[in-house]
Structures are given as C-alpha cells and as structure tokens.
Nanobody
Framework: QVQLLESGGGLVQAGGSLRLSCAAS????????MGWFRQAPGKEREFVAL????????YYADSVKGRFTISRDNAKNTMYLQMNSLNPADTAVYYC???????????????WGQGTQVTVSS
C-alpha cells in the first residue's frame, strides 16, 4: 500500500504561482512513476503531468506545458508540481497518483491522494 497526501493548494490571482507537494508513505516510493491529475467542477479528471521513477522522463499536458514543472525527491518520498502563470482555467482539485508505468492515463495509476484545491481568481 502507498498513502499519498497532497498539500500546497490555495487561492491565487491570475498570473501567480503555487507549488504543490505530494508526500508518499508505505511501499518503496522510488520504484513508481508518479503523476498529477486535476478535476474541475462538472468535468472529468484530466492528466496534468507525470514523471518516471528516475526523473529521466517527464511529460505534460499541452495546456500546462511551459508553465508547470514536475519534479520528485525520492530521498524525501515527495513529488512536486511548480505551477507558474496560473489562469482561471487551472482552477481544480489537484490529485497526485502513483503507478507502475509512466503514462498519461488514469487507469495506469493504482494509488491516489485525496486532492488539494487550487483556485485562480481573475
């Protein structure tokens, strides 16, 4: 079992920045791919970014490419999402997830956090 806890969400004005964290506990963290997804009200949960367990492969949704940066520190069992140039369309609950394969597909992830709310005001 892997337990995930997100933090760092909040309210920010358009153009601002936030840094999300995802702390993992349980099984060996470093062997898993990890990802960030988000879900806005009334919408499906969508892929945001992923990172392989070695950090050698990172992949982003087109909507966040160039603005968001995913990283991880296996020694601290923590993954991060640095979000810059935020806009109201980024408003959502952000979830971190762990899976065996680095893929932008929800079904590839076995463990999920409870989510952290990000709200961007215009």
């Amino acid at each position: 079992q892997v337990q995930l806890l997100e933090s760092g969400g909040g309210l920010v004005q358009a153009g601002g920045s936030l840094r999300l964290s995802c702390a993992a506990s349980g099984r060996t963290f470093s062997r898993y791919a990890m990802g960030w997804f988000r879900q806005a009200p009334g919408k499906e949960r969508e892929f945001v970014a992923l990172i392989s367990w070695t950090s050698g492969y990172r992949y982003y949704a087109d909507s966040v490419k160039g603005r968001f940066t995913i990283s991880r520190d296996n020694a601290k069992n923590t993954m991060y999402l640095q979000m810059n140039s935020l806009n109201p369309a980024d408003t959502a609950v952000y979830y971190c997830a762990v899976g065996d394969r680095a893929a932008p597909i929800k079904s590839e992830y076995n463990y999920w956090g409870q989510g952290t709310q990000v709200t961007v005001s215009s």
